[in-house]
């Protein structure tokens, strides 16, 4: 299967999309890919016992590659409940595209700022949309749903080398969550990632490339926190939007190697 790549590089020939090249060293595309139905996997006799496969889409409303990566996260997320698998899903909606005639209502600069990283991380000068990125180290074109389910698979084969448990904290406000945590194994210096997601309800898109559509999405990151594992247990506290209620969101967390990016052992939380 051929798939193609919009690409912002001054030179690069083929397709080439309507927004200005960025000034820092980081540049930005957007892949498109042939979408294909994710397999309706059960869970495998390969599958270890304390796997996991945490996959991040890196998206966004304003960039007309996006919404079939969108679906194919949908249909990882539904796999995953259906068959009791131990896959987590983000959505993570970038800010870059917003000036192409739409500005994406989950876009974050931090969602972007998370994107660069992994970009730098893996030897890249260039961003792209839709990126699907599985445990931190598999990074592909987001509507290639093929790849994703055998990334998935891949990652269900191997055993997490860490243990996280999170538990929920009284609230202080509706829009907060506040969860402790206890991460067991191998942890030299690694960073919890703890994220408050929700699926919301579909919104119709009036302008950009994207006009007419009604998008729906899943795993979208409403809270994000980062935290360096100085010691094995302690607690977080994610802040919210205003307009979403902590009763929304589910909270995933997972241990990530600062360097490798490599992610190592996760879990979620319905609060």
Request: net charge negative; hydrophobic share 40%.
């Amino acid at each position: 299967m051929m798939h193609a790549m919009c690409s912002l590089f001054i030179g690069v020939a083929t397709f080439f999309c309507a927004a200005a090249v960025p000034t820092n060293a980081v540049a930005q595309d957007r892949g498109e890919a042939q979408p294909d139905s994710v397999s309706d996997t059960p869970q495998s006799d390969r599958q270890q016992a304390s796997a996991i496969a945490v996959v991040e889409l890196f998206t966004s409303q304003g960039c007309s590659s996006c919404p079939s990566a969108d679906r194919v996260l949908q249909a990882i997320h539904a796999n995953a409940s259906t068959n009791e698998l131990p896959v987590h899903v983000l959505s993570f909606h970038v800010d870059y595209w917003n000036h192409l005639g739409w500005e994406d209502p989950y876009s974050s600069p931090a969602s972007t700022l998370r994107q660069k990283r992994y970009a730098v991380s893996m030897g890249s000068k260039r961003i792209f949309t839709p990126q699907m990125i599985v445990n931190g180290t598999a990074s592909f074109v987001g509507s290639d749903s093929a790849k994703a389910d055998n990334e998935v698979q891949r990652a269900l084969a191997k055993a997490a080398t860490v243990s996280v448990d999170i538990k929920e904290l009284p609230r202080e406000a509706d829009h907060t969550v506040a969860i402790q945590f206890n991460v067991t194994g191998r942890l030299e210096g690694c960073l919890l990632q703890v994220a408050a997601v929700d699926s919301p309800q579909a919104n119709s898109v009036t302008r950009g490339e994207n006009a007419g559509a009604d998008l729906t999405h899943v795993g979208v990151v409403r809270a994000f926190e980062s935290v360096r594992l100085r010691d094995s247990a302690g607690e977080v506290e994610l802040n919210l939007p205003d307009r979403v209620s902590a009763a929304d969101v589910d909270v995933i967390a997972y241990v990530q190697n600062p360097k490798t990016l490599a992610i190592i052992g996760a879990t979620k939380l319905r609060p």
